[in-house]
Protein backbone atom coordinates (compact mmCIF):
# COMPACT_ATOMS: atom_id res chain seq x y z
CA UNK A 1 0.00 0.00 0.00
CA UNK A 2 1.61 3.30 -0.83
CA UNK A 3 1.04 6.95 1.07
CA UNK A 4 -2.20 7.27 -0.64
CA UNK A 5 -3.99 4.06 0.99
CA UNK A 6 -3.94 2.32 -2.34
CA UNK A 7 -3.11 -0.90 -2.70
CA UNK A 8 -1.99 -2.00 -6.09
CA UNK A 9 -0.80 -5.36 -7.92
CA UNK A 10 0.84 -4.78 -10.71
CA UNK A 11 -0.77 -1.58 -11.73
CA UNK A 12 -4.24 -2.84 -10.75
CA UNK A 13 -5.95 -1.18 -8.69
CA UNK A 14 -7.74 -3.73 -6.04
CA UNK A 15 -11.53 -3.14 -5.59
CA UNK A 16 -12.13 -0.76 -3.64
CA UNK A 17 -14.13 -2.23 0.17
CA UNK A 18 -17.17 -0.56 0.99
CA UNK A 19 -19.33 -1.45 4.49
CA UNK A 20 -22.99 -0.90 4.22
CA UNK A 21 -25.26 -0.86 7.35
CA UNK A 22 -29.12 -1.19 6.87
CA UNK A 23 -31.21 -3.22 9.46
CA UNK A 24 -33.49 -3.98 6.57
CA UNK A 25 -32.37 -6.76 4.28
CA UNK A 26 -34.28 -6.04 1.51
CA UNK A 27 -32.29 -3.08 1.00
CA UNK A 28 -28.99 -4.46 2.83
CA UNK A 29 -28.99 -7.17 -0.54
CA UNK A 30 -29.88 -4.46 -2.80
CA UNK A 31 -26.82 -2.10 -2.22
CA UNK A 32 -24.47 -5.05 -1.38
CA UNK A 33 -25.70 -6.42 -5.84
CA UNK A 34 -25.69 -2.58 -7.12
CA UNK A 35 -22.06 -2.73 -5.54
CA UNK A 36 -20.82 -5.67 -6.20
CA UNK A 37 -21.73 -5.21 -10.05
CA UNK A 38 -19.45 -1.47 -10.04
CA UNK A 39 -16.70 -3.84 -9.10
CA UNK A 40 -16.76 -3.47 -5.10
CA UNK A 41 -15.57 -5.74 -2.41
CA UNK A 42 -19.05 -5.07 -0.09
CA UNK A 43 -18.90 -6.03 3.73
CA UNK A 44 -22.38 -5.76 5.22
CA UNK A 45 -23.89 -5.15 8.83
CA UNK A 46 -26.95 -4.95 9.92
CA UNK A 47 -26.47 -2.41 12.44
CA UNK A 48 -25.03 0.61 13.48
CA UNK A 49 -23.38 -1.52 16.50
CA UNK A 50 -22.35 -4.19 14.17
CA UNK A 51 -20.83 -1.86 11.92
CA UNK A 52 -18.83 0.01 14.60
CA UNK A 53 -17.52 -3.87 16.05
CA UNK A 54 -16.28 -4.21 12.51
CA UNK A 55 -14.35 -0.61 12.12
CA UNK A 56 -12.55 -1.97 15.79
CA UNK A 57 -15.12 1.17 17.53
CA UNK A 58 -16.81 -1.05 19.66
CA UNK A 59 -16.61 -1.41 23.56
CA UNK A 60 -14.85 -4.55 23.27
CA UNK A 61 -12.52 -2.74 20.87
CA UNK A 62 -9.99 -5.86 20.07
CA UNK A 63 -6.52 -5.08 17.55
CA UNK A 64 -7.28 -7.83 15.38
CA UNK A 65 -10.80 -6.11 14.46
CA UNK A 66 -8.85 -2.60 13.67
CA UNK A 67 -7.22 -4.32 10.65
CA UNK A 68 -10.40 -4.06 9.19
CA UNK A 69 -10.98 -0.42 9.19
CA UNK A 70 -7.49 -0.03 7.45
CA UNK A 71 -9.44 -1.75 4.48
CA UNK A 72 -12.67 0.10 4.52
CA UNK A 73 -12.98 2.95 1.35
CA UNK A 74 -16.36 4.23 2.32
CA UNK A 75 -19.02 3.61 4.37
CA UNK A 76 -23.04 3.50 3.10
CA UNK A 77 -25.60 3.33 6.38
CA UNK A 78 -28.99 3.79 6.34
CA UNK A 79 -30.40 6.99 8.76
CA UNK A 80 -33.01 5.08 10.37
CA UNK A 81 -31.88 2.01 12.38
CA UNK A 82 -33.20 0.81 15.44
CA UNK A 83 -30.30 1.03 18.38
CA UNK A 84 -27.97 3.63 16.55
CA UNK A 85 -29.49 6.02 13.98
CA UNK A 86 -26.97 6.22 10.82
CA UNK A 87 -26.39 9.87 12.43
CA UNK A 88 -25.28 8.49 15.79
CA UNK A 89 -23.01 6.37 13.74
CA UNK A 90 -21.73 8.54 11.38
CA UNK A 91 -20.78 10.84 14.59
CA UNK A 92 -18.62 7.86 16.01
CA UNK A 93 -16.75 7.42 13.00
CA UNK A 94 -15.70 11.06 12.37
CA UNK A 95 -14.72 11.16 16.06
CA UNK A 96 -12.12 8.55 15.81
CA UNK A 97 -8.63 9.31 14.32
CA UNK A 98 -8.41 6.06 12.46
CA UNK A 99 -11.93 6.58 10.32
CA UNK A 100 -12.02 10.06 10.56
CA UNK A 101 -11.04 10.33 6.89
CA UNK A 102 -13.14 7.71 5.32
CA UNK A 103 -16.24 8.85 3.20
CA UNK A 104 -19.69 8.17 4.88
CA UNK A 105 -23.07 8.42 3.07
CA UNK A 106 -26.33 8.40 4.32
CA UNK A 107 -29.63 6.83 2.79
CA UNK A 108 -32.89 7.47 3.67
CA UNK A 109 -36.18 6.73 2.48
CA UNK A 110 -37.59 9.94 3.57
CA UNK A 111 -36.68 13.08 2.13
CA UNK A 112 -36.25 15.56 5.36
CA UNK A 113 -34.35 18.70 4.27
CA UNK A 114 -32.87 19.53 8.18
CA UNK A 115 -32.14 15.92 8.37
CA UNK A 116 -29.84 16.15 5.31
CA UNK A 117 -28.48 19.03 6.26
CA UNK A 118 -27.39 17.78 9.65
CA UNK A 119 -26.01 14.47 8.47
CA UNK A 120 -23.89 16.57 5.71
CA UNK A 121 -22.87 19.57 8.98
CA UNK A 122 -21.40 16.30 11.01
CA UNK A 123 -19.16 15.08 8.27
CA UNK A 124 -21.27 12.85 5.74
CA UNK A 125 -19.84 12.82 2.27
CA UNK A 126 -23.33 12.59 0.59
CA UNK A 127 -26.81 12.09 1.12
CA UNK A 128 -29.07 9.99 -1.01
CA UNK A 129 -32.50 8.74 -1.04
CA UNK A 130 -33.62 5.17 -1.41
CA UNK A 131 -33.74 2.81 -2.82
CA UNK A 132 -29.92 3.18 -4.77
CA UNK A 133 -30.30 2.48 -8.02
CA UNK A 134 -27.23 1.89 -10.72
CA UNK A 135 -27.07 5.29 -11.41
CA UNK A 136 -26.29 6.27 -7.69
CA UNK A 137 -23.73 3.76 -7.12
CA UNK A 138 -21.72 5.21 -10.35
CA UNK A 139 -21.86 8.59 -7.91
CA UNK A 140 -20.66 6.83 -5.02
CA UNK A 141 -17.79 5.01 -7.39
CA UNK A 142 -16.83 8.40 -8.31
CA UNK A 143 -16.49 9.36 -4.88
CA UNK A 144 -14.61 6.70 -3.94
CA UNK A 145 -11.89 6.98 -6.99
CA UNK A 146 -11.14 10.58 -5.66
CA UNK A 147 -11.06 9.63 -2.54
CA UNK A 148 -8.25 6.66 -3.56
CA UNK A 149 -6.32 8.84 -6.25
Known amino acids: MDASGVSSTDGIMEEPHVLAVDDNLIDR ?4 KLLRNSSCK ?8 RALEY ?3 GDDRQSSVTDNASKVNMIITDYCMPGMTGYELLKKIKESSNMKDVPVVIVSS ?3 PTRINK ?3 EG ?4 MLKPLKYSDVKKLRCQLM ?3 G
Open 119 to 121: CLE
Open 42 to 49: VTTAENGL
Open 110 to 112: ENV
Open 55 to 57: LGL
Open 29 to 32: KLVE
Open 146 to 148: QCR
Open 124 to 127: AKMF
